[in-house]
């Protein structure tokens, strides 16, 4: 019999109940003592398990070539030999273990200070894109410095704005000879144009109803007049047309090289390179002193009409689509692409409030009442109506189809949205305090726009065409 663990013959033989394997009794104690394990199957054991077996105490030979002195020597040596070459393998070992944890250990530093590295220069990209200084070409200005406050002629000019409409505007009367419910519910296609700016994403009615100002992505944009049915003017653009607006008789065009161009009876009085990209959106303060743009470049500027220059421009946190001025002119929003709706101070460029959309925001309308908003979300059929003095929804609206752009009514009775499903009208009673929606046609359009009174829409059709829905 044979242990287990040594290899020779044991002493003092026991045996495992578990695994009947013979050991060495001191030995197998001693493993019990710290594992309490069977070293050969790893199964739990204990000393009682342990059986005791009875031999005849024999006392083991002298290995034949350990008689003698010289033999003892040779032993001796050989055992010197092998621990000698043990201890230059553990030393050999050792030092290739220390130079791969020197290796790894500088590894680790490198990469830690590339980390810092980055991290510093991303900081500084960060500050320096916050502080940035667009340069416009040769033939134009620079602009300013994010964040600046409006000047106190332009503070004095919001202001003034602000008491005049907050004074009169929840006391104004609907314009006799507004349209009705029952008259936008009768409305039918009376006139259409087929593809005239192919491309076109927004148009622009003015305030006689009459003349629709859009464009196309071939740089070309028009001013068509509605009752003649014709185009009246032509302006050259020079880059696809991202957004329009009329600032009285003049209409505004955006582009998407970052340039803003104005005309006047079809003549161009004033172009700015405003952004360094695309521009997304136009808004005109209620004032008619102050044009706001977005940009690709995730900011918002406001421009001095007085004199056409940058006056304040705000870096946002994503890319903004669509923007609006607060209907009094203190505050102004823009839709993001991230799904949030961020307020901003029009005077000082501060962040006042973040809405959460949920999903990326395409278009944003004020109703009149100055307490409502509408917006839309990009390939939602959900149009969500805000009170702004909660700053949450307070009614959800079906339109049956997604949603391109939605423009209030100026009673701010009706809701017009237009989407590849078709047009609606959504209808806010305030008497009943109930919505109904007089009207939902299978009219293609990517934007629309009112005309007079509410008396006819104007719809962009997909093909870059217009469309008027009427009173038959």
């Not at 290739?96 to 810092?116: F, K």
């Not at 136009?282 to 406001?302: E, M, N, Q, W």
């Not at 047009?423 to 007089?438: G, N």
Request: charged share 20%.
């Amino acid at each position: 019999m044979l242990c287990a663990i040594s290899g020779v013959a044991p002493q003092e033989p026991v045996a495992s109940r578990k695994s009947g394997n013979v050991f060495e009794k001191r030995l197998i104690e001693a493993h019990i003592a710290e594992h309490h394990t069977d070293p050969v199957t790893g199964e739990d054991l204990n000393v009682d398990e342990l059986i005791e077996l009875k031999s005849p105490r024999i006392v083991a030979p002298r290995p034949p070539h350990l008689t003698s002195i010289p033999a003892l020597l040779t032993a001796f040596q050989t055992e010197w030999d092998a621990l000698m070459l043990e201890t230059f393998t553990l030393k050999q070992q050792l030092a290739q273990t220390r130079q791969e944890l020197s290796t790894a250990l500088y590894q680790n530093d490198a990469a830690t200070r590339v980390i810092a590295r980055l991290t510093q220069e991303r900081d500084e990209a960060r500050k320096a894109l916050s502080n940035l200084t667009v340069t416009a070409p040769a033939t134009e200005e620079a602009m300013q410095v994010d964040g600046q406050a409006l000047p106190e002629h332009l503070v004095a000019k919001v202001d003034e704005t602000q008491q005049q409409l907050f004074s009169t505007r929840r006391k104004r009367p609907i314009p006799e000879g507004w349209a009705t419910g029952e008259d936008i519910a009768g409305f039918e296609v009376t006139s259409q144009a087929e593809a005239i700016y192919p491309g076109s994403a927004t148009i622009s009615v003015d305030e006689s109803g009459d003349l629709a100002l859009f464009g196309g992505k071939d740089g070309v944009a028009g001013v068509y007049s509605i009752s003649q049915q014709k185009l009246l003017y032509t302006l050259q653009a020079e880059s696809a047309v991202t957004d329009t607006l009329w600032w009285d008789s003049r209409a505004v065009v955006a582009t998407a090289s970052g340039t803003i161009k104005i005309f006047e009876g079809g003549n161009e009085v004033h172009s700015k390179a405003a952004h360094p990209g695309a521009v997304t959106s136009l808004a005109l303060h209620p004032s008619k002193a102050i044009l706001a743009s977005t940009g690709v470049d995730k900011r918002f500027i406001f421009h001095d009409l007085s004199n056409f220059e940058v006056v304040s421009q705000v870096y946002t946190e994503a890319d903004i689509a669509c923007s609006a001025f607060h209907v009094d002119g203190l505050l102004f929003f823009t839709g993001s692409t991230d799904g949030n709706i961020r307020i901003f101070d029009v005077k000082t460029g501060g962040s006042m409030a973040v809405l959460e959309a949920g999903g990326p925001v395409c278009s944003v309308s004020f109703s009149e009442n100055g307490t409502w908003f509408a917006s839309a979300q990009k390939g939602s059929s959900n149009v969500t109506v805000w009170d702004l003095r909660k700053q949450q929804p307070v009614k959800v609206l079906d339109v049956g189809g997604p949603v391109d752009r939605l423009h209030w009514d100026y009673t701010g009775q009706f809701l017009a949205t237009a989407g590849p499903g078709g047009i609606a009208v959504q209808q806010y009673t305030k008497a009943s305090k109930s919505w109904s929606e007089p009207i939902r046609k299978a009219v293609p359009a990517r934007d629309v726009a009112w005309a007079t009174k509410a008396s006819s829409l104007v719809a962009l059709t997909p093909e870059g065409g217009l469309t008027v829905l009427g009173a038959a």
